[in-house]
């Protein structure tokens, strides 16, 4: 008869059975991955699953991580992470300031040419999100494209499109837009008058 032997893992505090010579799965993972069994030590409580470290480690990614897509629309345009926010303890600093992530909100920044930071930082709704984009404006019907890198200016009548013409200047796209809007504002109410 054969007897099995079970050891525990060798990592102190760890009371999982052991997965390979010395360490149990999730010890020997960090430590392939990392070079390192204690990487990974400010997730220990099991927040790595909740969508509070998934907004943090995506903002932190998004401005120091060159192979996020996303990097050259933030830390290639110099947006960066507060320093108290990085680092070993960056994550209990972040939680810290920014509170809990209420449930259906996600980070936001309030000025989007500045980075993430206590004071510039909150959490939004998506709707609020997409009205702060940098992309947007204050114009009802004017936007600038990322397909053609230029302002765009549209008006709808009746659900038709008799506006959509492309821009190079913001201002132009605005005096393009309330000319349409006097021309088919004036037009409707003729034809609604006859």
């Not at 505090?13 to 149990?24: A, F, G, I, L, V």
């Not at 837009?177 to 004036?186: H, P, Q, T």
């Amino acid at each position: 008869m054969i007897t099995i032997i079970t050891k525990n893992c060798s990592i102190k505090e760890c009371d999982k059975k052991r997965h390979s010579m010395t360490y149990c799965s999730m010890h020997k993972q960090r430590y392939n991955r990392h070079g390192n069994t204690d990487t990974v030590k400010c997730i220990v409580d099991g927040r790595r699953s909740e969508p509070l470290y998934h907004a943090y480690r995506s903002m932190v990614a998004r401005c120091y991580d060159r192979k996020q897509n996303s990097y050259p629309r933030y830390g290639g345009r110099g947006i960066t992470v507060e320093d108290s926010w990085l680092g070993k303890e960056g994550f209990w600093k972040f939680t810290k300031d920014m509170g809990e992530r209420p449930e259906g909100l996600t980070l936001d920044r309030l000025d989007n040419t500045l980075g993430y930071s206590k004071k510039n930082c909150r959490w939004a709704t998506i709707h609020e999100q997409q009205a702060n984009k940098r992309n947007n404006n204050n114009t009802v019907g004017v936007h600038w494209s990322n397909t053609y890198n230029q302002w765009r200016a549209d008006l709808r009548v009746n659900g038709k499109f008799v506006l959509s013409k492309r821009f190079n200047t913001y201002s132009s796209a605005v005096k393009a837009r309330k000319e349409a809007e006097i021309l088919y504002c004036v037009y409707l109410h003729n034809t609604e008058l006859k």
